[in-house]
């Protein structure tokens, strides 16, 4: 089992930053690759972002693409989202995951195992 804790959301104006947190225990971090998802009012949870197990391979979607990054420490046992240039859109709530393999790099929220309770990014005009 591993256990994950979001943190770092709130609100924050269009164009402005924030640093999402994703704290784990339990089993090895390093033994997931871990991902990034979001779902907004009425909308399906989408694929966000996505890390490889060293750290050393990440895949966006398109939508958030040059304005987030990812980001693991795998001796604190913590994965963060360094969102910035942010929209109206990126209003969500946020989820960190581990992955089902560590030798993969999923988009599909089926191919996850662990999920966090999530974290409220809101985006103001």
């Known amino acids: 089992q591993v256990q994950l804790v979001e943190s770092g959301g709130g609100l924050v104006q269009a164009g402005g930053s924030l640093r999402l947190s994703c704290a784990a225990s339990?089993?090895?971090?390093?033994?997931?690759?871990m991902g990034w998802f979001r779902q907004a009012p009425g909308k399906e949870r989408e694929f966000v972002a996505v890390?490889?197990?060293?750290?050393?391979?990440?895949y966006y979607a398109d939508s958030v693409q040059g304005r987030f990054i990812v980001s693991r420490d795998n001796t604190k046992n913590t994965m963060s989202l360094d969102m910035n240039t942010l929209k109206l859109e990126d209003t969500a709530v946020y989820f960190c995951?581990?992955?089902?393999?560590?030798?993969?790099?999923?988009?599909?929220?089926?191919?996850?195992?662990?999920w966090g309770q999530g974290t409220q990014v809101t985006v103001s005009s």
């Open positions: 339990g089993r090895t971090f390093s033994d997931y690759s």
């Open positions: 995951a581990a992955a089902r393999s560590r030798w993969t790099l999923p988009r599909e929220s089926n191919r996850y195992a662990y």
């Open positions: 890390i490889s197990w060293t750290g050393e391979s990440t």
